[in-house]
């Protein structure tokens, strides 16, 4: 099983981005966020999401579904989030 870290670092190698460390708790920057979603093309209203937010819209860009147990608490997001963010980018980028 893949640590957030891992599933980011992998994110990242994938769309050709720099890697953003995960903070205190395994927190994932919004900064990583953004900068996958300007990747795929997905801007604008991206900037003003919280973090949970900015998953949903990865997520649902693909056509997949953001289920509510992606939502951690304090507005992060689980690692089955984060892996759902992964399907969805590698999926997208084809």
Same mark, same amino acid.
């Given at each position: 099983?893949?640590?957030?870290?891992?599933?980011?670092?992998?994110?990242?190698?994938?769309?050709?981005?720099?890697?953003?460390?995960?903070?205190?708790?395994?927190?994932?920057?919004?900064?990583?966020? *953004?900068?996958?979603?300007?990747?795929?093309? /997905?801007?604008?209203?991206?900037? +003003? @999401?919280? !973090?949970?937010?900015?998953?949903?819209?990865?997520?649902?860009?693909?056509?997949?579904?953001?289920?509510?147990?992606?939502?951690?608490?304090?507005?992060? *997001?689980?690692?089955?989030?984060?892996?759902? /963010?992964?399907?969805?980018?590698? +999926? @997208?980028? !084809?």
């Amino acid at each position: 099983m893949l640590t957030k870290q891992e599933i980011i670092d992998e994110i990242c190698q994938h769309l050709g981005i720099p890697s953003y460390a995960v903070s205190t708790g395994s927190t994932e920057p919004k900064e990583f966020l *953004i900068a996958v979603a300007d990747q795929l093309g /997905i801007t604008g209203l991206s900037r +003003g @999401l919280d !973090k949970q937010d900015l998953g949903k819209l990865l997520v649902e860009a693909s056509g997949s579904l953001w289920l509510p147990e992606y939502d951690s608490t304090g507005g992060t *997001i689980t690692k089955e989030g984060l892996e759902a /963010i992964k399907f969805s980018v590698m +999926g @997208l980028t !084809k």
